[in-house]
């Protein structure tokens, strides 16, 4: 009797009669039941989420920012019910809190008023900080709540993002009007120290027409020291000369006067003298040629006299213009002090003028080379700051507001949710088409261990018959996975060829526990499978789960299996998967070597074997 044939005698068995085949038909689709069932309505819950539930309360009334009305919160609104994400209602915020409470929704959302006033506030210098308030109720739904905060996240950073961007915006195009002043300014310092050049030549110049002006002054102040003494003198003497001319102006009137009598006396003579040589007899002839003789007389009488009249009136108007010259030259002596007082002044003014004017030129110098440093630095702040145009301020501001862009390279890609826990639970399917096979499937063959068979040919020829329904419940499991559900593998055959092993491997661990143990091993192939169920890492990382149970995870059987699905699943490590190979068959080989003790312990019959306390 070989192994083969004890296998195939328990195959009969299962196959005797319709309602066996069923059952054992049945055995064969509990995986796929299992597996299709749970991955088919799990294989894209995102998609999904459109149809749950959700409210979206606004109370934000808006806000003016920078003389432009916005309002945030609209726009929020706006984009959430467009979007799709949720089946989101506007609804008022006595509904939304009702809704939430009684299941209607399972969330809400509250945009409070007073948002687009605080996302507005750092223009004012006013800094708050806008809330968006996400009411959940766990007892509606827990992972309906988790992502929506996961939403809600996003909505933040969506509106950080685009509050960023406008005052990134609004800094760039102000860093621009800066850079314009800046240019105008640069330009300005520029003409200011080609000016203040220009003005220290010509303080140059005035220092030095201060000096000479000084030493001048300096000159004129020491030669007319004596000025005020000499125009007194000279006025004393023109007063006197101008009292001599007075005294000859009245001699020279005298004589006018005296030569006026003569002439006067002269005619009045001239009548006497007729008289007379009328009463000596003399005829008229001779008193014509003496007469004659008398009018020569006359002729140099007068002309005398005219000269002593002409004499006398430039005598006169030499008194006068002596009288003149004497009250202006003693104006001119009582002027000549404030004169002199003033030439020392302006001396003394010309002084202070060179030395202000040398420390204008001095000033001057210091200034120039000041506004030489501020154009060049000006210059130079100019040339920092860049020169943007408004696609480039654009560009900048929207990468200041979204300054890290995450790029997603993966290594193996499962696709979808539902594909990321494929690995886990057709690992589990195995376990469970393991464990359900052998409610039919008799664990050893109670005629071969009568026989006195060896034990591992008796181990094995149990072993068969369950492996080989296994290894048809992974080939079904996966072809409805893959054409039904539409979960592809990278690697299909060698994802066929694990899940086999996988099969077989913990249909040779349920073998060995109920060849030990019977119905208690059953149960605790149960047990054992609720304990892979938490330590396998399926659908949270392993190193999650409590420490005290990390060791469970890296002895058990399911871990290596998982592992071992999602790296030909999704395109792997091979490395990795040969690694699970080997250690699912040392299990394996552990299994089937327990199964054969188990067989040689049972050559020895018990009362506890004949009659067991408990039996299925």
């Not at 915006?169 to 860093?175: A, G, I, K, V």
């Not at 040629?289 to 006299?305: H, I, M, W």
């Not at 943007?388 to 890609?413: C, F």
Request: hydrophobic share 45%.
């Amino acid at each position: 009797m070989t192994s083969f044939r004890i296998a195939l005698a328990e195959l009969r068995r299962l196959t005797s009669s319709r309602m066996s085949r069923l059952a054992v038909l049945a055995m064969v689709l509990i995986p796929t039941l299992y597996a299709g069932l749970y991955l088919y309505a799990n294989h894209d819950p995102y998609g999904g989420l459109s149809r749950v539930p959700a409210a979206i309360v606004v109370a934000d009334t808006g806000a003016t920012a920078d003389g432009e009305e916005v309002d945030y919160g609209r726009d929020i609104a706006d984009r959430l019910l467009e979007s799709g994400d949720f089946g989101w209602h506007e609804v008022s915020a006595a509904t939304a809190a009702a809704g939430v409470e009684d299941g209607t929704y399972d969330f809400a959302l509250t945009i409070p008023a007073g948002f687009s006033t605080a996302l507005t506030s750092s223009a004012r210098f006013d800094p708050e900080q806008a809330r968006l308030v996400m009411t959940t109720n766990d007892a509606n739904s827990y992972l309906a709540g988790t992502i929506a905060d996961t939403v809600t996240t996003k909505v933040r950073d969506a509106v950080a993002s685009q509050v960023s961007e406008k005052a990134a915006t609004t800094l760039l195009e102000s860093l621009g009007r800066i850079r314009t002043q800046l240019v105008e300014a640069a330009d300005g310092a520029q003409e200011l120290a080609d000016g203040l050049g220009s003005a220290r030549t010509g303080a140059r110049k005035l220092a030095k027409g201060a000096d000479r002006l000084d030493a001048g002054l300096g000159t004129l102040q020491r030669r007319t020291a004596s000025l005020p003494s000499q125009t007194r003198a000279l006025a004393t003497g023109a007063a006197k000369v101008a009292q001599g001319n007075d005294q000859v102006a009245a001699v020279g009137r005298r004589a006018a006067a005296a030569a006026g009598r003569v002439v006067d006396r002269y005619a009045d003579v001239r009548a006497d003298l007729v008289r007379r040589m009328h009463e000596q007899g003399l005829d008229d002839q001779q008193i014509q040629a003496l007469l004659a003789v008398y009018d020569d007389l006359g002729t140099p009488l007068r002309s005398a006299n005219s000269t002593v009249r002409s004499a006398s009136s430039r005598l006169d108007e030499l008194a006068d213009g002596a009288d003149q010259v004497a009250a202006g030259a003693d104006r001119l002596a009582d002027a000549t002090p404030a004169l002199t007082s003033a030439i020392r002044q302006a001396h003394a003014g010309a002084g202070e003028l060179a030395d202000g004017a040398g420390t204008l030129r001095r000033g001057l110098v210091k200034l120039d080379a000041g506004a030489d440093q501020l154009a060049a630095g000006l210059a130079d702040g100019v040339s920092q700051i860049p020169d943007l145009s408004d696609s480039t301020v654009a560009d900048t501001a929207g990468t200041i507001a979204d300054p890290v862009k995450v790029v997603d390279r993966t290594q193996a890609d499962a696709g979808t949710y539902g594909a990321g826990l494929a690995p886990f639970f057709l690992a589990l399917a195995a376990w469970i088409g393991g464990y359900v096979l052998f409610l039919l499937v008799r664990p050893l063959s109670n005629r071969a261990i009568a026989a006195n068979q060896v034990p591992l040919r008796v181990a094995l020829g149990g072993w068969y018959p369950p492996a080989l329904l296994g290894l048809a419940q992974m080939a079904v499991v996966l072809t409805v996975v893959t054409l039904g559900v539409g979960i592809q593998a990278t690697h299909v055959v060698p994802t066929l060829l694990f899940m086999m092993l996988t099969s077989i491997t913990f249909i040779a661990i349920v073998h060995a526990l109920n060849a030990w143990l019977g119905p208690s091993g059953q149960f605790l192939g149960l047990a054992l499978m609720v304990l892979q169920l938490v330590t396998a890492g399926g659908t949270f990382p392993w190193q999650t789960i409590p420490t005290p149970l990390h060791g469970a995870h890296h002895v058990l059987p399911m871990s290596y299996a998982v592992d071992g699905l999602r790296q030909l699943m999704y395109g792997g490590l091979s490395s990795l998967a040969w690694h699970d190979v080997v250690v699912l068959l040392a299990w394996l080989g552990a299994a089937l070597v327990a199964t054969s003790l188990a067989a040689r312990r049972r050559r020895h019959w018990t009362p506890a074997r004949i009659r067991p306390e408990l039996s299925l």
